[in-house]
C-alpha cells in the first residue's frame, strides 16, 4: 500500500490551497486507495480549481485497474456561481408523451427550444436539456438524445444511472451547458495504471496488533484458529456489508459479487477481517459518493 508520508514536493497550488495536516486527512479519508502520484494528481486538480473535497465537490475513485477524479454536479454549480453575470440553468427531461420542439435561432444559428408542453403520464425518457444563463451573453443550450448517453447504463457507475435516471441524465447535461456558458475547463478523468498493477489492498484505519501469540511460537506449523471475538467482527462486519449493498442499491446475487470482484479483489473465497474492513470503507466512499450526487441532483431541481 502507498505510503501517506512519501511524497515530499506537493506543486504550489497545492501548498497554497491545504495545509499539511488537511492534505493527511485528505489523504486518509478521502482518498486511501491512491497512490502517490494519484493522490498529487488529485490534490492539485483540487487546488487548481479550488474545489472542496470535504464539501463533496471532487472524488478520488478506484475502480479496479483504473483510478478516476471525478467532479460533482455542484462543482460546476459552485465555480458557475463565482462567475459574473451567473444566473440559475434550466435543466429538464423530455419524456415520450412531452410535446416537444427545437428549432434553429434565424440570428444566432443556435438550436432553441421553442415547444415543450408536458401532460401525465408523461412516459419513458428519451432525451434531455439543459439552458444555461448568464447575464449579457445569448444563453447556452445543450440538448441530448437519450442514445448519446445509453452507455452510460453499463459502465462503472451503471447502477446509479439505472436508478436515478433523471438525476443522473440532468446533472450530465447540465454540467455540459453549464461549461460552454462559464468556460469551465475541468471534467472527470481516468487515470490508468499499468497493466498488471493491482489495487493496493485497504487497510482499515486502527493497526491490528499481529505480533504471533505464544501458541504460535510454540507451534509455528500449526495455523492458528480465530479468536472468538475475531469471528463475532467478521459476523457483523458480513451483516453491515449487506446494509451497505442495499444503501448503493445493489441487488442480491450476481451484481453483488462483480462488486467485490472489482473492488476488491484480493478477497478469494471466505474473506479474513481486515479484507472485510477495507470493502465497508471502500463502500462507505461509494455511499458518500451517491448521497452527495442525489443531493446535488435536489439542489438542482
Known sequence: MANNNS????????????K????????????????????????????SYGLDPFKNEIFFIK???????????????????????FQPPDTQMVCENDEFKVA????????????HEIGFPRGEIIGAYSISYREGQRPVTVIMDR??????????????????????????VQQR?????????????????????AVPEYKPKERKDITPNQEVID????????????????????????????????????????YIEKNARDIKGEPTLPQLLGLLELMDMHIDMQDAQHADADELE
Do not use: C
Open 147 to 172: 442514445a448519446e448517453i445509453e452507455h452510460m447504463f453499463k459502465g462503472q457507475n451503471k447502477d446509479n444511472w439505472q436508478k436515478w435516471t433523471a438525476d443522473m441524465f440532468g446533472k450530465h
Open 63 to 85: 475502480y479496479g485497474n483504473t483510478a478516476r477524479i471525478q467532479f460533482a454536479a455542484e462543482a460546476y454549480l459552485s465555480k458557475a456561481r463565482e462567475q459574473e453575470g
Open 20 to 47: 499539511p495536516e488537511v492534505l493527511q486527512v485528505i489523504r486518509n479519508s478521502i482518498a486511501p486507495t491512491a497512490n502517490d502520484q494519484e493522490f498529487l494528481l488529485f490534490a492539485h486538480k483540487a487546488a
Open 177 to 197: 451547458a453549464l461549461k460552454k456558458q462559464y468556460g469551465l475547463e475541468f471534467g472527470d478523468e481516468d487515470i490508468p495504471q499499468p497493466a498488471g498493477d
Open 104 to 115: 434553429k435561432n434565424s440570428e444566432t444559428k443556435e438550436l432553441e427550444v421553442v415547444t
Open 219 to 258: 507451534n509455528p506449523k500449526k495455523p492458528s484458529k480465530p479468536k472468538n471475538e475475531d469471528m463475532d467482527a467478521i459476523d457483523e462486519a458480513k451483516t453491515e456489508m449487506v446494509k451497505k449493498f442495499e444503501r448503493l442499491g445493489i441487488p442480491k446475487g450476481k451484481a453483488r459479487t462483480e
Open 7 to 18: 511524497i515530499v514536493q506537493y506543486t504550489p497550488e497545492i501548498n497554497e490551497a491545504f
